[in-house]
Nanobody
Framework: QVQLVESGGGSVQAGGSLRLSCTTT????????RGWFRQAPGKEREGVVV???????TYADSVKGRFTVSKDNAKNTLYLQMNSLKPEDTGMYYC???????????????????WGQGTQVTVSS
């Protein structure tokens, strides 16, 4: 059974940084697609960044230049380095993964079958 476990959330002041981690377990083959999504209170979940097994990425415009996704295949772990955080970055951050090759790297939660439980990020002004 595939499981995704996030860590690294917390509270930080605007301008600060956080690093999220997501480790995938339960399946010998690593996911082809992995990504980060977030949901602010009262809003729908939105894509932050996704990455495929070849390293192709798609970032949301709102985080370009501030957030960086990376992965350690040996550890089956996905990271999200978040710099210059803003209050509008506040929300629950979810790691997602999928194994089905689609030939596209989209910020579409419908492309992802497996989800973590989420980790809270709070940015104060």
């Amino acid at each position: 059974q595939v499981q995704l476990v996030e860590s690294g959330g917390g509270s930080v002041q605007a301008g600060g940084s956080l690093r999220l981690s997501c480790t995938t377990t339960g399946y010998a083959i690593r996911p082809y697609y992995r990504g980060w999504f977030r949901q602010a209170p009262g809003k729908e979940r939105e894509g932050v960044v996704v990455i495929d097994d070849n390293g192709r990425t798609t970032y949301a415009d709102s985080v370009k230049g501030r957030f960086t996704v990376s992965k350690d295949n040996a550890k089956n772990t996905l990271y999200l380095q978040m710099n210059s955080l803003k209050p509008e970055d506040t929300g629950m951050y979810y790691c997602a993964a999928d194994y089905l090759f689609r030939g596209r790297v989209r910020l579409d939660e419908n492309d992802y079958q497996y989800w973590g439980q989420g980790t809270q990020v709070t940015v104060s002004s």
